[in-house]
């Protein structure tokens, strides 16, 4: 049954807010979303919170819907599943995907949510999730590529209450970070999580104080109102009531299957879109499954339409009710407990490429390339020779694809907020030395709109120990549109001291490393938009000063250079227009070949064996109840 409120002040009136009232609000609450980050970067103590910024904060109404935030919001799921009373004071936590409807997707994210009480009334939420290092498990990090079951993966929390009436309920959060190799870490973390929910708390009461309970309650409806009306628009005007389909692949599943295929069909009907992944594989045997909360998937849609065709429109939960999320039961993106899920990040990055796919049938012209593909990872983790024990969890950046109005980025996060660690950081803390760090010149997608170059990494390890690579694109492409090339596809290399070296799968656990080890860690470039032949020849120059094009790669986008760098006008038109006489008619989608192609090239292009195909994996039984 939900969660039962318990409330002693009146019920909350709407009432009629003036435009300048209602943008004074709205620009309060950004702030008070942004003051979120601060407080949590300045007090977490895992670089992967406090430097790479993997956290996600919403402040929400008092019925759970994000009024600010960045991932749409985590409430609904917590307060159908939650048994119990929500009362001033009490502050939830959960890890656990099967009991919030997938609102986080694997157990290393902890989820703490603060319910806003003023004079007897709930007035808000404050909410925020991050990425805990380490939560036990069979592996360091937590996310064991050839786990079978949830259980393998470390310490899985239900919604529980962590601050009860607001008395911390030490006893358990010291149950839970005794399951933790990294305890002081994940204390601190937490701790964090919760100063900047409370900070937000904080913020909503001074807010309502100021203006009154009733005018802070309406002009929240009137934001959410006012984001349904701009995203019905836009709805209307992008969206055909003709079916539309997608998919694409998670290339392995770390246990020699794969690919799997996530397929999507869009359409409209009347004022809602539809969106149905009928036709996505079974859920997979290992841990690549991807419990996809539906309100979730629809602030990916909201925030990419606003981006692309009106970046103004401020993005909350309003519109939820004008799109449908079909999702089948057992599939790879809605997968029966016990399912592992902690390597979920190859789907969930892949859910980009998808709707980006699917939106911009419709209107080539607002169509982007591939290259939100993944969020590669690397662990690395031992003892060191004075016997302390170290842990390094970092998240690596690809290639942004080429989109209709510019270039992808080189080198960037799936996640606009997140940012890299710096190398002195990782050489301060961490046994390793960075020897490279560097884009790969012709790694992203031809294009009259370039796709970002992927990164070359070079770690140096100076302690033995153990390593764990997660990442993805290493048999797909990132395809290209609109006549854009493809990227290039991911690769990881150990260099060992001994001189001999071997080319590592894209998800592997517990690799031993010896003392001067070099891996060179390549993610994957972004897929390029458009003809190459329509770049301008100047621009092409540019990236080969600035290394970002070979001499060679240039000859892709039809460009001729002089000894001197500079682009050969005559010999580059005459090359463009004989190859523009004898080339085929290009398509939408440009992925480097079929399926078939692909795995029939693997072992020559990749060095690695090509992934067999998956098998349907046994539906476990119901889970015991009590």
Excluded at 195 to 217: H, M, P, Q
Excluded at 598 to 622: D, V
Aim: charged share 25%.
């Amino acid at each position: 049954m939900p969660a039962r409120l318990i409330e002693t002040g009146q019920a909350l009136q709407r009432v009629p807010v003036d435009s300048i009232t209602l943008d004074i609000l709205e620009n309060a609450l950004k702030n008070a979303r942004f003051e979120m980050d601060a407080v949590l970067f300045r007090t977490a103590m895992s670089p992967g919170i406090r430097e790479q910024h993997d956290e996600f904060p919403l402040i929400a109404n008092r019925d759970g819907k994000m009024i600010v935030g960045q991932f749409g919001s985590f409430i609904h799921g917590f307060v159908d599943a939650y048994d119990g009373t929500i009362e001033d004071g009490d502050v939830f936590l959960t890890t656990d995907p099967y009991s919030c409807r997938g609102a986080i997707s694997h157990a290393n994210d902890w989820l703490v949510l603060l319910p806003v009480f003023k004079d007897g009334r709930l007035i808000a939420w404050g909410a925020m999730f991050g990425h805990m290092t380490d939560i036990g498990g069979k592996v360091p990090g937590s996310l064991p590529t050839d786990a079978r079951q949830i259980y393998e993966e470390g310490i899985v929390v239900p919604p529980v209450k962590i601050y009860r009436r607001g008395e911390l309920q030490d006893e358990l959060l010291k149950v839970i970070l005794h399951n933790c190799r990294l305890p002081h870490w994940n204390r601190s973390d937490f701790n964090a999580i919760v100063a900047a929910c409370r900070t937000a708390g904080r913020r909503c009461v001074e807010l309502s104080r100021r203006f009154g309970d009733d005018v802070f309650y309406s002009a929240m409806e009137d934001l959410l109102d006012r984001n349904r009306r701009a995203m019905h628009a836009l709805i209307q005007q992008s969206i055909p009531e003709r079916k539309q389909t997608f998919e694409d692949y998670i290339c392995d599943d770390g246990m020699g299957m794969g690919p799997y295929r996530i397929a999507c069909t869009m359409w409209r009907e009347g004022e809602k879109v539809i969106f149905d992944f009928a036709g996505t594989d079974p859920q997979s045997v290992g841990s690549i499954n991807f419990y996809l909360n539906e309100e979730m998937f629809k602030m990916f849609c909201g925030v990419f339409m606003i981006m692309v065709f009106d970046p103004q429109i401020m993005f909350n939960d309003g519109f939820y009710d004008l799109m449908e999320v079909r999702i089948p039961a057992g599939s790879l993106l809605k997968p029966r407990h016990p399912a592992a899920l902690s390597c979920r990040t190859h789907a969930l990055g892949r859910i980009f490429d998808v709707i980006s796919g699917l939106l911009g049938q419709g209107n080539p012209d607002f169509l982007c390339a591939a290259g939100f593909s993944d969020s590669p990872h690397l662990m690395y983790s031992g003892y060191d020779r004075n016997g302390e024990w170290f842990q390094l969890f970092q998240i690596g950046f690809g290639g942004i694809p080429g989109k209709p109005f510019g270039d992808g980025a080189d080198g960037h996060s799936l996640w606009p907020n997140f940012t890299n660690v710096p190398n002195e950081f990782l050489e301060a803390y961490f046994p390793l030395r960075i020897e490279t760090y560097e884009t790969i010149a012709d790694s992203g997608g031809a294009g009259r709109h370039r796709g970002g170059n992927a990164l070359r990494v070079a770690y140096r390890f100076l302690e033995p120990g153990e390593i764990s690579i997660h990442d993805d694109r290493w048999l797909t492409y990132p395809w290209g549109v609109n006549g854009g090339a493809p990227g290039r596809r991911s690769r990881k290399v150990l260099q060992r001291v001994d001189g001999s070296h071997e080319i590592l799968p894209s998800k592997c656990d517990r690799i031993r490393v010896q003392e001067h080890d070099l891996l060179l860690f390549e993610t994957w470039g972004g897929g390029g938009w458009g003809d190459p032949l329509a770049r301008e020849p100047e621009l092409v120059a540019r990236d080969v000063r600035r290394g970002l094009l070979t001499r060679e790669g240039a000859d892709a986008y039809g460009v001729v250079l002089a000894d001197d760098g500079h682009v050969d006008a005559a010999a580059t038109t005459a090359l463009r227009a004989a190859r523009t006489a004898s080339r085929p008619p290009a398509g939408v989608f440009a992925r480097g070949g079929s399926l078939d192609e692909l795995k029939a090239r693997c072992l020559l292009e990749t060095g690695l064996p090509p992934p067999l195909p998956p098998s349907a994996p046994r539906m476990p039984r119901p889970p015991r109840t009590s």
